[in-house]
């Protein structure tokens, strides 16, 4: 009996011990200057516990977990710190800890590459889906986005539309391709560095999120430093220098905060020929708190860019002219004139008021934008092609002559090409003074002027240390009116708003002879509006974590046309069809804690998806035509993560399987097809995707000063149908040069199931070492290698009509299989290999902190292909076969090229 009783007594007494609580304290001061380091977040690694300190400094951590843990402590401009505690129940107080001021933030401006949605345009730009990663602190995902960036990877092989990025709780994806627009905001590093990042499926606060991750920026002014930091950077990329201000007031007695910063790049070229950059930034936030519990916040945001733009190129340019080559400029009066330009300004207003209590927090606000994104091209009439690297103007086009190769004329082609590469801005003056003040020549912007009011509001509640709830949703509304509008009538007295090709008007309502700043040739409006709810829970034990997400969203669109076109007289004014979606979204997932430096996730998500705007109207400049049985997008995906946290040894490792369903895809190009040649639109639809790969980041540290780094991906991303493809055309010319007079045909399915998706290498590797002095320098190199990557496949190639002879309107003799497969075979592009380099070094000069920044970018100066695309021109197998013969084809691939060796510089004080 008395044993029994010693027995229960010591249980009782384990579980007590068990239940103990450990507290911690201290201090964070920043290093060199012992001011108190505020909003520091500390995270007991192992456990979802996640504290903060106060404006003293000070924290107190109170948790339940007994062994060893290992704290991280993070702040808003400070090098992360980690160390190992013992818990056992006993008061722990730290003292004073020390977090060293991090330079390495000034990288941040320099993240540029090309853009998913503009890749076809030459665009280069901050990405959509590498800009998610800014704020990360995951290995995987810097090296995702500051060295692999270089060649175009993307994580996962994911588009950046999967990726939600937000503004104090607002979501600022455009619904025309369900992308950020980074440049919205481009340039305001300073203000814009308060940002929370969740990877990929992991619970979001803010919203239910997209695959990819999601992005959360605050622009409350009292989460800023307080003082004044000041900036200027030199760089060889896309602009040549940068300056920037930034002052912050801090939180005044009286409640005011109020943060305004102002920036300006700029370059009379950049990297790539002919590549000017001109961009104003500027922004202010002011905040009130009535309390310390209630608060609001104004924001405003205008960030002006205009740059030029940059071609892709046929291995035949590259080979006559190398890689900086751009054929849309040239000299006009002795300055370089470039006739693709993109001005981008949409101003961005938003209003917020967040309610934090104890155990609840509430924010609402409500967001206004406006404004242009124009794009400038060159349009001719009955006039010859002004593009230099038109193809009748190249070698190949006289290789591969229909009586044969003429190789004199070729020649000479190609040494008229080389002494005049560039545009001649002169000769289309000429034209047009010649031609009876009408234009032959026209330079005109392709305009998207939108105005977007977005209201959302979330709400989180804490009932206890366990559960959390969070409940929250958002209202859009896009009206987007888009045109062509005259820049420069380039010497003309006006220009015949007319197709070129059959001679009908664009606008029949309207006068035929169009003026410089007037609307011709298309004009249209798209409405679109959205209502989205989500729902989620989560709970957090001491071994097993979950959570719940469940979203609901109803989606409307409809076309206006404001202009009557010729070519489409029954469809094209007026409003068309209304389309509606409504999509759920669901997604989970647990967590297991084996120790508090081991543990393992597993998530998984089902979701619909609306189409965008973009593929959701075949032709929408000429009419209101929408794509046939237009369907819901699903994605489905799941994703395995190990996560060690050891005193030297961190990182993750993850597997991860996604499947995207039922998507729609519109291109347009001209097409000299099995059934015919005219200008169509293509449509694929019924298209599924699928991707799966690995990731895998570890960071090590031997000491307190080097740290190694080892990351890899290896993705497997391939088109997982055969789609379904159609195209559409007008039928205003001749009928017999119609491909049918329906003006439509159903191609049938193309053979697309297996082939790699242009996505960025689908393989990449990198070795990393770091080196941080106690004496405020820091330096780093890392290696990478990046492969398996894939250009972009013509579609129309892989159906039937290709196989098909247009004179007899049978299949060509050679169309072999045999011959197929050797004639589409996707080419691989060479393998990557990047060397690059970091440094900076800072100094506390009395209360003043300066620093200097700098980093190369491939330091051996590597020429190599980043991404590229199969033309669709040659749409039938015996026009394929034959300008491929000669090795040099008119119509080969294009690519774009790297930018070799770059850097990066800045010099920065703040005081």
């Not at 290498?761 to 990046?786: D, I, M």
Request: a negative charge; aromatic letters at 14%.
């Amino acid at each position: 009996m008395r044993t029994a009783i010693l027995v229960a007594v010591l249980c009782c007494s384990i579980s007590q011990y068990g239940q103990e609580r450990t507290v911690i304290t201290g201090h964070l001061q920043e290093k060199g200057t012992g001011l108190p380091v505020q909003n520091a977040s500390l995270l007991l690694e192992g456990t979802s516990h996640e504290f903060s300190s106060d404006q003293n400094g000070y924290f107190k951590i109170d948790v339940e977990q007994t062994g060893e843990y290992i704290l991280r402590m993070y702040a808003q401009d400070f090098v992360e710190k980690r160390f190992s505690l013992y818990l056992e129940g006993i008061p722990i107080d730290l003292g004073i800890l020390y977090l060293e001021r991090d330079i390495v933030q000034e990288k941040t401006d320099n993240l540029i590459t090309l853009t998913d949605d503009e890749l076809l345009d030459g665009e280069e730009t901050v990405s959509g889906a590498l800009g998610l990663l800014q704020s990360t602190r995951d290995v995987f995902l810097n090296r995702a986005a500051f060295d692999f960036g270089q060649a175009f990877f993307k994580v996962r092989g994911y588009d950046s539309q999967n990726g939600t990025v937000l503004i104090n709780g607002i979501p600022m994806n455009k619904f025309f391709d369900g992308r950020p627009q980074w440049n919205n905001w481009g340039g305001l590093n300073d203000v814009l560095r308060n940002q929370e990042y969740t990877n990929t499926l992991s619970l979001n606060p803010y919203t239910f999120g997209g695959i990819l991750g999601n992005t959360h920026i605050d622009t409350r002014p009292s989460g800023m430093r307080a003082g004044i930091h000041l900036s200027s950077s030199a760089s060889n990329r896309t602009y040549r220098g940068r300056l920037m201000g930034t002052y912050s007031s801090g939180l005044g007695k009286n409640g005011l905060a109020y943060t305004v910063s102002a920036s300006r790049r700029w370059a009379k070229e950049g990297y790539v020929d002919g590549t000017f950059y001109d961009a104003y930034s500027f922004f202010g936030a002011l905040e009130y708190q009535f309390n310390p519990h209630n608060s609001i916040t104004f924001t405003s945001i205008l960030a002006k860019n205009r740059r030029g733009r940059s071609a892709a190129l046929t291995e035949e340019v590259f080979e006559l002219v190398g890689h900086q080559y751009n054929p849309y400029w040239g000299e006009q009066e002795g300055k370089i004139r470039n006739s693709r330009e993109r001005d981008l300004f949409e101003p961005l207003f938003l209003l917020n008021h967040t309610l934090q209590l104890d155990k609840l927090q509430w924010n609402t606000g409500v967001a206004y934008q406006f404004g242009t994104h124009a794009r400038s091209r060159l349009g001719y009439f009955n006039a010859p092609n002004p593009d230099p690297t038109y193809y009748r103007y190249l070698p190949s086009y006289h290789i591969n002559s229909s009586i044969g190769a003429d190789f004199i004329n070729a020649n000479l082609a190609a040494a008229a090409f080389l002494n005049n590469p560039q545009m001649v801005w002169e000769q289309l003056y000429i034209a047009n003074g010649e031609n009876d003040g009408k234009a032959a020549y026209v330079l005109y912007d392709d305009v998207s002027d939108d105005r977007a009011i977005t209201a959302s509001s979330n709400l989180n509640y804490s009932p206890n240390d366990r559960f959390q709830l969070s409940f929250g949703g958002n209202f859009k509304s896009t009206v987007s009116e888009n045109y062509a509008q005259i820049k420069d009538l380039l010497g003309a007295e006006f220009y015949e708003d007319m197709d070129a090709f059959s001679q009908t008007l664009n606008d029949v309502d309207g006068s035929l002879e169009k003026m410089a700043g007037e609307r011709f040739s298309y004009h249209y409006q798209l409405d679109a509006s959205q209502i989205e709810t989500f729902a989620q829970g989560s709970y957090t034990g001491n071994k097993w974590t979950g959570f719940a997400s469940v979203s609901y969203a109803s989606f409307n669109t409809q076309r206006n046309g404001l202009f009557k076109n010729e070519r489409f007289l029954e469809n094209s004014f007026g409003p068309g069809e209304k389309m509606s979606f409504s999509s759920l979204g669901l997604k989970g997932g647990v967590g297991y804690f084996l120790t508090g430096r081991h543990w393992f996730t597993a998530n998984g998500a089902k979701m619909e998806r609306p189409p965008t705007l973009q593929n959701s109207f075949i032709n929408p400049r000429e009419n209101n035509e929408v794509v046939p049985v237009l369907q819901k997008e699903t994605i489905t995906t799941v994703d395995l993560n190990y996560f060690v946290r050891l005193p030297q040894l961190t990182g993750r490792i993850s597997a991860f399987y996604t499947r995207f369903q039922n998507t729609t895809d519109i291109n347009f190009f001209f097409v000299d097809s099995g059934l015919g040649s005219d200008f169509v639109q293509e449509v694929i639809t019924d298209l599924d995707k699928l991707h799966k790969g690995i990731e895998v980041g570890l960071e090590y540290e031997p000491s307190s000063n080097v740290k190694l780094t080892v990351v890899g991906n290896v993705g497997h991303y391939v088109f997982a149908s055969d789609p379904n493809v159609q195209i559409n055309f007008d039928t205003a010319g001749p009928e017999e040069d119609l491909i049918d007079p329906e003006g439509t045909i159903d191609l049938g399915i193309a053979s697309l199931k297996g082939l790699k998706l242009a996505q960025g290498p689908q393989k990449a590797f990198a070795l990393g070492v770091e080196y941080r002095s106690p004496k405020y320098w820091w330096a780093g190199a890392t290696a990478n290698y990046l492969t398996n990557n894939y250009i972009g496949i013509s579609t129309i190639t892989r159906t039937r009509s290709f196989l098909l002879d247009p004179e007899t309107g049978e299949p060509f003799p050679e169309a072999t299989p045999e011959n197929l497969e050797k004639l589409l075979k996707q080419r691989n592009m060479d393998d990557i290999y990047l060397l690059n380099l970091v440094g900076g070094k800072s100094w506390i000069v009395g209360k003043k902190y300066i620093s200097a920044f700098a980093s190369v970018g491939n330091l051996f100066d590597s020429i190599f292909r980043t991404g590229g695309y199969e033309q669709s021109r040659n749409g039938n197998f015996g026009q394929w076969q034959k300008d491929n013969q000669s090795g040099s084809p008119s119509f080969g691939p294009k690519y774009w090229y790297s930018y070799g060796r770059t850097y990066f510089l800045n010099l920065a004080i703040s005081f």
